[in-house]
């Protein structure tokens, strides 16, 4: 369980099973924090589409530009690689004319699948409350 205290930290309950950052690392949730390292990856907007993407099978370069509205080749890419780098992905080339690439998840990233939809149904049924409070907020603040 993950539970955020007084000071707005980040506590876990898990704390075993989370790498302890070298003694001297910062610990106030910067760069040098491993739990950030991960959630910069694995929560950033693009990795997630493409995650829940490769949820379904593998795919090419392609069919994952088709898929995701708004991405360019260069971050799609870019997000390929680092999730590569994470061992989330996994990056076939056959030797044809052109070349053909396909990515899937590995079973690190099919993990991922999971938390990924439960936020999505969690998303999904809050959805209405959050456009709302919004709306609140907006109007109180003359936004």
Same mark, same amino acid.
Not at 27 to 38: F, M, Q, Y
Not at 42 to 66: A, C, E, I, P, Y
Not at 131 to 139: F, H, K, T, V
């Given at each position: 369980?993950?539970? =955020?205290?007084?000071? &707005?930290? =980040? =506590? ?6 989370? #790498? ?7 610990? *106030? ?6 739990? &950030? ?22 795919? %090419?370069?392609? *069919?994952?530009? %088709? @898929? ?22 996994? %990056? ?5 004319? #052109?070349? %053909? ?23 999904? @049924?809050?959805? @209405?409350? =959050?456009?709302?409070? &919004? ?9």
């Amino acid at each position: 369980m993950i539970t =955020i205290n007084k000071n &707005r930290k =980040i =506590i876990s309950s898990l704390s075993a099973q989370v #790498p302890r950052p070298v003694p001297d690392a910062p610990h *106030d949730g910067g760069a040098g924090c491993p739990l &950030r390292d991960v959630l910069d990856r694995v929560g950033d907007k693009w990795s997630v589409l493409v995650v829940v993407l490769l949820g379904n099978g593998r795919l %090419r370069f392609s *069919d994952l530009r %088709r @898929s995701v509205e708004g991405i360019s080749q260069r971050m799609l890419t870019h997000t390929l690689r680092q999730l590569e780098r994470d061992g989330l992905v996994e %990056r076939t080339v056959y030797p044809s004319v #052109p070349v %053909r690439v396909e990515y899937e998840l590995t079973a690190l990233g099919r993990t991922l699948i999971e938390p990924l939809e439960a936020l999505a149904h969690w998303a999904e @049924s809050h959805r @209405s409350v =959050i456009l709302s409070a &919004r709306a609140a907020y907006d109007s109180r603040d003359g936004v």
